[in-house]
């Protein structure tokens, strides 16, 4: 006979409205492959007018605390009434799923100290089992470089620029209009939700919490038109990276990023992610697929609900020290767009470069409204000697980081 598991499912949108769906249409898969009925017995919004009672109407209490209700699944987002769900649950030793990448990288890592029945799959890259596969199937592993393309609006965003040569503001227009962005999207251009994963991932990966504040983090409001054409003749393209290293010392950033046509973070377009984990046994594992929306996401959250059949979750919660190091410690390429007026100028530029024995792969120079602009590219440099050159340049400047 099936193992019956009731849910209480907080939050209705897009997220809530998913696990719905695909639980109507498919919870009859998980109950012949694992003898496990998923029920939703009970939905919660906001507007009481919503809230929906299905096999639960004799319910007086609290769902939290209705002893039925082994799983809650939080679908609600922010911090204020989802971070109450939250540390509600963790007594009860329920199990609590969730999306809500913020809720996650603000609290749960000191949370997950004491507490494994929170799961977080859904939190990061949407139907791409991405934290399963770092936290158990590369368990194996040593894993010294996770890196992807995480945020839907600012790839499309950034596609549509590259392709059609729009800027930002008509880019983000259309992705709005086209469901593929919030109307706030403020979180998506500056980088902060791209963070907020990449630091699960960081901690996932090392099982070391890193506060966000810490992590280095730049978003693609300053992407500019002109780079991103001087790119395109490079043969690069650009992209919002996320990049966890946890060889010697860890790294957690995010950045727009050049990259050649030998990585296949080229091929996320849309709300699609591209994530590459590196291990010491598996190699280069590539993983693609949809990270974010209704479909995708309901699929990660029914993989989290159904651990229940374990009774608990089985993530471990000890958490290791790990040395952060700064991104300026980091060696890379880089690309440099200056702006100069004589060849001159031009000239002492590059002398700067030469005379640090910075590794110049290019040097380009164009002439635009009488004015000269430089590209260069340079690869494997510290970033930190690179800086303290071009901060010597005279004129105008714009860097990115170039992986070729
Ligand atoms: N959308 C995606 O593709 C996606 C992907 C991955 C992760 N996530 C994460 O999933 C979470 C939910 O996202 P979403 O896109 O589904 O959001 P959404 O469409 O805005 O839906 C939020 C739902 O939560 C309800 N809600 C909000 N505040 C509440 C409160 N104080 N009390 C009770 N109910 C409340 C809302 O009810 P009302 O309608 O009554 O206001 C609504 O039903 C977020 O943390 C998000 O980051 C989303």
Not at 75 to 86: E, H, K, L, P
Not at 287 to 315: H, M, N, Q, W
Not at 355 to 364: A, V
């Amino acid at each position: 006979m099936s193992k019956v598991s009731c849910i209480c499912l907080f939050g209705f949108g897009t997220v809530g409205k998913g696990v719905m769906a695909v639980m109507y249409k498919n919870s009859y898969i998980v109950r012949n492959r694992l003898e496990l009925d998923l029920r939703i017995a009970v939905i919660l919004t906001r507007r009481t007018s919503k809230t929906t009672m299905i096999n639960a109407n004799s319910m007086q209490k609290n769902p939290i605390y209705e002893p039925r209700m082994y799983v809650l699944v939080e679908a609600v987002g922010g911090t204020c009434f989802a971070r109450y769900i939250m540390l509600s649950t963790l007594n009860t030793k329920k199990l609590l799923v969730t999306a809500n990448k913020t809720l996650i990288a603000c609290y749960n890592f000191e949370l997950r100290r004491t507490y494994n029945n929170i799961l977080l799959e859904a939190s990061v890259a949407g139907g791409i089992p991405i934290l399963r596969i770092l936290e158990k199937a590369l368990v194996g592993n040593m894993i010294s470089y996770v890196a992807g393309v995480l945020n839907g609006t600012s790839n499309w965003s950034l596609s549509q620029m590259y392709r059609l040569g729009v800027p930002l503001k008509r880019a983000l227009l259309d992705a709005s209009q086209r469901g593929y962005a919030e109307t706030d999207n403020t979180c998506d251009i500056d980088g902060v939700d791209s963070t907020q994963k990449t630091s699960i991932i960081y901690y996932i990966t090392l099982r070391t919490a890193v506060t966000i504040r810490y992590v280095f983090f730049e978003g693609i409001r300053t992407v500019s038109l002109q780079d991103i054409a001087y790119g395109k003749r490079l043969g690069l393209n650009i992209k919002l990276m996320s990049v966890v290293l946890t060889i010697r010392k860890a790294l957690c950033a995010t950045f727009p990023c050049f990259v050649s046509l030998n990585w296949p973070f080229w091929i996320a377009e849309a709300t699609s992610n591209v994530i590459l984990v590196v291990g010491d046994c598996v190699g280069r594992m590539w993983l693609f697929g949809k990270g974010a929306g209704t479909k995708p996401t309901a699929s990660s959250i029914i993989a989290d609900v159904e651990t229940i059949r374990y009774g608990s979750s089985s993530y471990p919660t000890k958490i290791l020290t790990h040395t952060y190091s700064s991104i300026t410690d980091s060696r890379g390429g880089f690309y440099v767009r200056s702006i100069h007026i004589s060849f001159q100028e031009c000239k002492e530029s590059l002398n700067i470069l030469l005379k640090r024995k910075l590794n110049l792969i290019s040097f380009r120079v164009f002439e635009v409204n009488k004015r000269l602009e430089v590209i260069m590219v340079l690869i494997n440099v510290f970033e930190r000697s690179f800086k303290r050159a071009v901060v010597s340049f005279r004129g105008f400047i714009t860097t990115y980081r170039v992986l070729l």
